[in-house]
């Protein structure tokens, strides 16, 4: 197999040439139990918004046996924000097959894996069924920006229409209201300037907003949890739409404004943070047992259409699990002998992680499918954010490279460069994977 980073040679159909399709030689000879696991993106890799794109449906029909059943642990893993069951449903409508609630990982799933902050007065942020979205992770205890404005009528005072409103009717409030003791960042909301005024509110009085600081650079953080950071995503429209980190770049260039302190994040989950990836191996996992596979899961193969979070997010967690078994190697790696909740025969502790920030390292002490996976490779296709044929890394009128990851991510313009490119050309669509796994 070709280096991971190597530039790919591409044929005359846009796909490699150089045998490092990871259906060829090494995969060839694998028995009726396969030891890999696929991940798909959704938006620009199956579908476009809600409409499921043709060479994606091709794709799917070649993974499923004579029952319309998949061949293949398969995960579906989305920076979107919507109810489990929901997206099951719509994928499995779009591909004529059943998907469970537990194949879908959106971009807050792995929040389920930060219970220290499940019974903290939490506010969540974004749009529909978020309350249902934060209880369904484990929040036991959540409010909405609406219950806040509701409490603290006076500070939502950008929309001159709500301010004329209070000054015909007068606002009572409720200076009762719990302390807000953490913020749940799930996806962009709606009405920026209210939330971001808010929430600012809230951070600069440690969730009770009843007085103003004495001094707004000296006040203790509440705990942020931010779900996607991704600057745009790609629907319907001809070119990319703000995303959730579009509203995150606005909050933390308020916050240091007022401040001068960075924005401190307890955690980031999503895309392209390891703890996502790590939620996804653990996922493969599950629908391997439940499919009868017990050989353990070596490589992950993941399909995504922007390089900056899919792709990126890939080689990271690549880069953390080969650090993860060097620590082993070398007798460094210490497991934690306790679980959080009910133990499980099939579940373990995860090890501490290997040299990441703060705001991305994995939690210990948390349920989770042995980590056996050796490989993660990244699988480019040029239906979505990038075009077949453009240039990754751009460069912006300066010279350099215009950077669209997050704060927390350092940039690393290798870390976008993928295993292989598929543009999914709708003449000629053609999975790679082990024959005795595809459909002809």
Not at 196 to 207: E, I, K
């Amino acid at each position: 197999m070709c280096d991971r980073f190597s530039p790919m040679h591409l044929s005359s159909d846009g796909y490699s040439s150089d045998n490092s399709d990871f259906s060829m030689g090494e995969l060839e000879n694998a028995s009726n139990q396969p030891d890999f696991g696929l991940l798909f993106d959704v938006d620009g890799v199956l579908a476009r918004g809600s409409t499921p794109l043709d060479p994606a449906k091709k794709a799917m029909e070649k993974l499923k046996d004579a029952n319309g059943h998949l061949k293949v642990p398969c995960a579906f893993v989305t920076n979107a924000c919507n109810r489990s069951h929901d997206k099951a449903r719509q994928i499995g409508n779009w591909f004529d097959m059943e998907v469970s609630p537990d194949q879908v990982i959106h971009a807050p799933t792995p929040a389920k894996l930060l219970r220290d902050l499940h019974d903290k007065h939490t506010l969540v942020i974004g749009q529909e069924h978020r309350r249902d979205i934060a209880e369904d992770l484990g929040f036991e205890n959540t409010c909405i920006l609406e219950d806040v404005r509701e409490a603290y009528p006076l500070l939502d005072y950008v929309d001159h229409e709500y301010r004329s409103k209070l000054a015909r009717e007068g606002s009572t409030g409720n200076p009762n209201f719990p302390r807000v003791e953490a913020v749940l960042l799930i996806g962009e909301p709606t009405h920026w300037e209210g939330n971001l005024q808010l929430l600012l509110d809230l951070l600069l009085t440690q969730g009770k907003p009843t007085d103003a600081p004495s001094d707004v650079h000296q006040v203790p953080q509440i705990p942020v949890i931010a779900c996607n950071m991704d600057l745009v995503f790609m629907a319907e429209a001809c070119m990319p739409r703000f995303g959730h980190g579009a509203f995150l770049v606005c909050l933390e260039a308020l916050y240091k404004k007022v401040t001068g302190k960075e924005l401190h994040y307890t955690s980031l989950v999503g895309k392209p943070c390891e703890i996502t990836y790590r939620f996804a191996e653990h996922t493969i996992t599950k629908m391997a047992r439940r499919m009868g596979i017990n050989k353990p899961i070596k490589r992950l193969y993941f399909f995504g259409d922007n390089p900056h979070v899919d792709i990126v997010g890939a080689n990271l967690y690549d880069r953390y699990i080969k650090q993860n078994a060097l620590n082993a190697q070398n007798g460094n790696a210490v497991d934690s002998t306790e679980s959080s909740g009910n133990s499980s025969d099939d579940t373990t502790s995860s090890p501490p992680s290997p040299s990441l920030p703060i705001s991305r390292v994995i939690p210990t002490g948390v349920e989770l499918n042995d980590q056996t996976v050796e490989h993660c490779l990244s699988m480019l296709v040029g239906t979505g954010v990038y075009k077949h044929g453009t240039e990754v890394n751009k460069k912006g009128p300066d010279g350099k490279v215009v950077y669209h990851g997050h704060r927390d991510i350092a940039h690393e313009p290798h870390l976008n460069r993928f295993h292989n490119v598929l543009p999914f050309d709708h003449s000629r669509v053609r999975l790679q994977v082990p024959p005795h796994y595809i459909n002809a």
